[in-house]
């Protein structure tokens, strides 16, 4: 009796498996490693797209607001100040851009889903969405770590909360007088949209994810959602 449930455990598991081989319908396993690979590879290759325009525009990563806030400076005596401090910011929010990778791919990792295949069915950037989601306030942490230890043997931390608290003063949005805080908004919010447009493309260039089940299950329920569509 023993023998015969064994044998019905494995003929039922195999004829699972067998109807899933004829159907094409990935695994569980390939599912999960097609959407952390949109992840991955939209945030990395965004990464080494921010490290080439910087070299281009090294003012990409800074806000909006950063040059009303350092205009403050002038009103405390310290407006020489105010070009260099850009100059080092814009070079030094691209060293702890470059830095993000260890804590992207930890964070992709640890990001938690309940239905891959809709993720997969889902809208050109579902994927980095579900991470923007799940990590933008850790990444704006570190990120702002990183930039602060950088930032450390200048002037920078000394001039920019005086500026800031000026700025405040007046101001109908406040914005942090810590500089990695402020800058890590923007820097975090450039890498997702970016990240964003990168897994666009990437849907609709499956190949380039590179792994062979990650493309398969990306095709299948691609299919699965054109057939939906119909």
Request: proline share 5%.
């Given at each position: 009796m023993k023998r015969f449930l064994i044998f019905?455990?494995?003929?039922?598991?195999?004829?699972?498996q067998s109807m899933r081989m004829l159907s094409g319908?990935?695994?569980?396993?390939?599912?999960?490693?097609a959407v952390r690979q949109l992840m991955s590879s939209s945030v990395f290759q965004?990464?080494?797209?921010?490290?080439?325009?910087?070299?281009?525009?090294?003012?990409?990563l800074l806000p909006e607001e950063l040059r009303p806030v350092l205009q403050t400076l002038r009103l405390a005596g310290y407006?020489?100040?105010?070009?260099?401090?850009?100059?080092?910011?814009?070079?030094?929010?691209g060293v702890a851009m470059s830095?993000?990778?260890e804590v992207m791919r930890e964070s992709i990792a640890e990001t938690s889903f309940r239905d891959g295949a809709a993720i997969l069915m889902g809208g050109q950037?579902?994927?980095?969405?579900?991470?923007?989601?799940?990590?933008?306030?850790?990444?704006?942490?570190?990120?702002?770590?990183?930039?602060?230890?950088?930032?450390q043997d200048?002037?920078?931390?000394?001039?920019?909360p005086i500026a800031a608290h000026a700025y405040n003063l007046f101001a109908r949005e406040k914005i942090p007088t810590q500089v990695g805080d402020f800058m890590a908004v923007k820097a975090v919010d450039v890498l997702f949209n970016?990240?964003?447009?990168?897994?666009?493309?990437?849907?609709?260039?499956?190949?380039?994810l590179g792994e062979d089940a990650a493309i398969r299950a990306l095709q299948y329920y691609q299919k699965q959602q054109q057939k939906q569509q119909r």
């Open positions: 019905t455990l494995i003929l039922s598991f195999s004829s699972c319908k990935p695994s569980a396993a390939d599912v999960d490693l965004t990464i080494t797209t921010i490290e080439r325009l910087q070299s281009e525009n090294p003012e990409m407006g020489n100040q105010i070009d260099n401090i850009s100059q080092q910011l814009a070079t030094y929010s830095e993000l990778r950037n579902t994927a980095v969405q579900v991470l923007r989601n799940n990590s933008v306030p850790v990444v704006q942490r570190r990120y702002s770590s990183l930039l602060e230890e950088q930032l200048t002037d920078i931390p000394t001039y920019f970016m990240a964003g447009h990168r897994e666009q493309e990437l849907r609709n260039s499956p190949r380039e």
